[in-house]
Antibody, heavy 116, light 110 residues
Framework: QVQLVESGGGVVRPGMSLRLSCAAS????????MLWVRQAPGKGLEWVAV????????YYADSVKGRFTISRDNSKNTLYLQMNSLRAEDTAVYFC?????????WGQGTLVTVTS | QSVLTQPPSVSAAPGQKVTISCSGS????????VSWYQQLPGTAPKLLIY???KRPSGIPDRFSGSKSGTSATLGITGLQTGDEADYYC???????????FGGGTKLTVL
């Protein structure tokens, strides 16, 4: 069965960096686009970024463009999100999801808290 | 505010039917498939409908989806108390080159 397990969340100060990982199993990883979606406390879903199955294309929400980088290692079946220059408004649960679309399967999420 | 517009809340009695609307534009819903998600408190979103009207295995046929023009609709029949959750629509926006979600609709089963 499809499994997506996020890790790397935690508490950081504004301006700091954090890298999230998502370990995938149960499907052929390099056949699918992968994405990150976040949810601030008490708020709705916010699409963050997507990377094509082969890593050839990446797209970002305006709110994170220039600060976050999505990447993948198809040899390790792992998706990453490098988050730099973190802000308080980046505080959220970050979900890893598999395509097609904006999320066919989802991980359980990892909490990122940005606070001084 | 979200690119896709959903009503903040809907409610109905057990056993009844409810519909949740999702309004977008020609660059998102009008051009791409719509998905629907159910999110129970404290859990990850769960796919209910993909490609406008298809149900993943394990999703009961009480859940249905449709799309017309720049709007989509999720229908739930035979409401159960366990259906109380937040529901989101989502799709790709071809003009913005980003994924987009609705603001979410809280379903209350009275």
């Amino acid at each position: 069965q499809v499994q997506l397990v996020e890790s790397g969340g935690g508490v950081v100060r504004p301006g700091m960096s954090l890298r999230l990982s998502c370990a995938a199993s149960g499907f052929t990883f390099n056949n699918y686009d992968m994405l990150w979606v976040r949810q601030a406390p008490g708020k709705g879903l916010e699409w963050v970024a997507v990377i094509w199955y082969d890593g050839s294309n990446k797209y970002y929400a305006d709110s994170v463009k220039g600060r976050f980088t999505i990447s993948r290692d198809n040899s390790k079946n792992t998706l990453y999100l490098q988050m730099n220059s973190l802000r308080a408004e980046d505080t959220a649960v970050y979900f890893c999801a598999r395509g097609p679309g904006v999320g066919h399967y989802w991980g359980q999420g990892t909490l990122v808290t940005v606070t001084s | 505010q979200s690119v896709l517009t959903q009503p903040p809340s809907v409610s109905a009695a057990p056993g009844q039917k409810v519909t949740i609307s999702c309004s977008g534009s020609s660059s998102n819903i009008g051009r791409n498939y719509v998905s629907w998600y159910q999110q129970l408190p404290g859990t990850a979103p769960k796919l209910l409908i993909y490609e406008n009207n298809k149900r993943p295995s394990g999703i009961p046929d009480r859940f249905s989806g449709s799309k017309s023009g720049t709007s989509a609709t999720l229908g739930i029949t035979g409401l159960q108390t366990g259906d109380e959750a937040d529901y989101y629509c989502g799709t790709w926006d071809s003009s913005l080159s980003v994924g987009v979600f609705g603001g979410g609709t809280k379903l209350t089963v009275l």
